[in-house]
Structures are given as C-alpha cells and as structure tokens.
C-alpha cells in the first residue's frame, strides 16, 4: 500500500487508512512506536498491559512524590 508524506501544521506525517487501523485493532489517540532499522521504518503496535501498568507507575509515583524523594535520599 502506497501513501504519501504531507504537511500537516508544521510537521509532515502520513495518513494511515481506516482499514489498516481496523485490522491492527487501532484508533485515533493509541500510541504506536516508530522503528528505523536498514533504511526501512515499522510501526509497532505499543501492549496494551505495558501501558496500563505504565500509567498506574505515574500515578502511584505522583501520589507518593514527597515519599519517594525522600526515599531516595
């Protein structure tokens, strides 16, 4: 499948169609990863655990900043 790089604001980026997003089970806002290997790139799908224990990490370090600063002292 064949897109084309545009400019959107000041960026540029691709457009990734509906029905690739269908098949990978992704939609607007998931994060992916963008790997750059021999001159090819890949998209790498991120897991859905690592992320979700990943945003329970920031919340449990943010609730316990004062605690844990002082920890690692």
């Known amino acids: ?18 029905e690739v997003l269908a098949r990978m089970g992704l939609k607007a806002g998931d994060t992916i990863e963008i790997r750059e290997e021999n001159g090819s ?3 790498i799908t991120e897991q859905a ?3 979700e ?3 329970a990490a920031r919340l449990g370090m943010e ?6 600063r002082e920890l690692a002292k």
């Open 1 to 18: 499948m064949n897109v084309t790089i545009r400019k959107i604001g000041n960026s540029e980026g691709i457009i990734i169609p509906k």
């Open 53 to 55: 224990q990943l945003k």
């Open 49 to 51: 655990d690592l992320a």
């Open 63 to 68: 609730k316990y900043r004062v605690a844990l």
């Open 41 to 43: 790139l890949s998209l």
